[in-house]
């Protein structure tokens, strides 16, 4: 009988793992570097934790379900939460800001498509307990290294909740419409807002967006509304920053992000041929998440790569490039040197393994000769081959298959041969 994988689910090959275990590695490689420490959390919990904070759209694509003891619980649909609580119950009194990342599965009921799955991954971060732009040009430089680490081409956009919120308080909007306007904005259906909220300052400020002289453009749209003035002040000081440390980005003031905790900067990052599933990146400052939680008043930011598109644009701009690694056959002559092969090959792999060397012990049992043959044939440079001789000698014999040449020699040997390629 065959079943199939659910909806919106995949299974990842061999080679696919090779090439995520490579986009993973190195963006962790940058975020270790900058000092951030990774963390795990569970891949279900109690669902109100999503329910509190995350937002309708959010909680509409939750998987939840109630266990054997009734308890009401949910796949994780992003981790943000999972860290606020985390950092409430078990890190508050460590010395901030905390600088943490993640990785893993984050499970949301969609209409599968390309790019958009019910399983999917998040490479995240998160940095608590420190306010104002130089950490939240932090995150955004910090995203955008692991792109370019990867040598993808994107495009980063910013802009600030602050403004946009301050905004529709100033102008007397209620809360229920002002989310309501965000949720369309972040649907990208700028035109629709006019249905909802019929307002020529608004309407004008979420049209704006460019470089660095949309500030100026959006000073004038703001004048006499001081508070989204003050947040529009705290983005020109980001959008310094970040020009000094020489990072390009648009400001966008129509980009507003889904979930409910952010408070300030909000970014975008995105790609181009990916279609409509063109964002790769989310995140921002959500200054007032802790809490609900019932953690002190912590301010935060952070970000998640969609992984998934990540792995996807890496594919399409021909940018998905994992080093190779060179495969060395292990071959006993005869079944009575197995046991010996088996030794020789795990000590290759314990001197090898931090190397560019894969260890291969050919336990088929076929004729020595195949083994040589098909070495040959898939173009592999090296077999080491070990019988009875080799055995009593403590060595090996090193089969060079470009040169056809071939000598016996010791592990030590063998290693440092490799190695120095
Ligand atoms: P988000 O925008 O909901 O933010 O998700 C982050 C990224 O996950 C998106 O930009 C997208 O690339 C990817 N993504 C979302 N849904 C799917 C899906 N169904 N299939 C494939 N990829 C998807 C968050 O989740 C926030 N927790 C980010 C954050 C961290 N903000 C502050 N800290």
Redesign the pocket.
């Known amino acids: 009988m065959k079943i199939e994988n659910p909806k919106g689910t995949r299974d990842f090959t061999p080679t696919v793992m090779r090439d995520r275990e490579y986009v993973e590695k190195t963006m962790s490689n940058v975020l270790e570097g900058f000092n951030f420490e990774k963390i795990s959390t569970p891949i279900f919990e109690y669902s109100e934790l999503f329910e509190l904070k995350s937002g309708e759209d959010?909680k509409n694509r939750m998987y939840t379900f109630d266990d054997k003891g009734g308890r009401k619980l949910c796949l994780r649909p992003?981790?943000?939460a999972s860290v606020a609580r985390m950092f409430s119950n078990e890190l508050r009194n460590l010395p901030k800001p905390l600088r943490l990342f993640y990785f893993g599965p984050?499970f949301?009921y969609?209409e599968p498509q390309k790019?958009?799955?019910?399983e999917?991954y998040?490479l995240?971060?998160?940095l608590l307990g420190v306010s104002g732009v130089f950490s939240d040009a932090l995150a955004i430089y910090a995203a955008c290294e692991c792109l370019k680490r990867l040598g993808l081409d994107f495009e980063l956009q910013i802009n600030s909740l602050g403004v946009v919120r301050g905004l529709l308080e100033e102008l007397g909007v209620d809360d229920k419409v002002s989310g309501k306007l965000i949720t369309l904005l972040d649907e990208g259906k700028r035109d629709g807002v006019k249905e909802v909220l019929d307002d020529e300052i608004f309407g004008r400020l979420i049209k704006i967006s460019g470089g660095k002289k949309s500030l100026g453009e959006a000073e004038k749209v703001l004048k006499g509304f001081d508070k989204a003035l003050a947040a529009l002040s705290e983005l020109r000081d980001l959008a310094i920053l970040l020009d000094s440390a020489a990072i390009a980005y648009t400001i966008d003031f129509g980009i507003v992000?889904?979930?409910d905790y952010y408070t300030g900067t909000v970014f975008?990052i995105r790609v181009s041929g990916l279609g409509a599933?063109n964002?790769?990146?989310?995140?921002?400052r959500?200054d007032n998440l802790i809490e609900v939680f019932g953690g002190p008043k912590t301010p935060a930011?952070?970000?998640?790569?969609?992984f998934?598109?990540v792995c996807e644009a890496l594919i399409l701009q021909s940018k998905l490039k994992p080093p190779e690694k060179k495969v060395v056959v292990v071959a006993s002559v005869s079944g009575k040197s197995n046991g010996y092969a088996l030794k020789v090959a795990g000590e290759l792999v314990r001197n090898l393994s931090e190397s560019k060397f894969i260890v291969d012990l050919d336990v088929s049992g076929r004729k020595l000769k195949k083994t040589l043959e098909q070495a040959s044939n898939t173009g592999l440079g090296w077999v080491v081959i070990v019988g009875e001789k080799e055995e009593k000698e403590e060595k090996i014999t090193l089969r060079d298959m470009e040169k056809n040449s071939q000598k016996t020699v010791t592990i030590a040997e063998v290693v440092k041969l490799l190695t120095s390629f």
């Open positions: 959010i992003e981790l943000t984050m949301r969609e790019g958009r799955y019910r999917f998040q995240g971060v998160e992000r889904g979930l975008e599933q964002q790769i990146c989310g995140g921002g959500y930011v952070g970000f998640a790569f969609g998934d598109r």
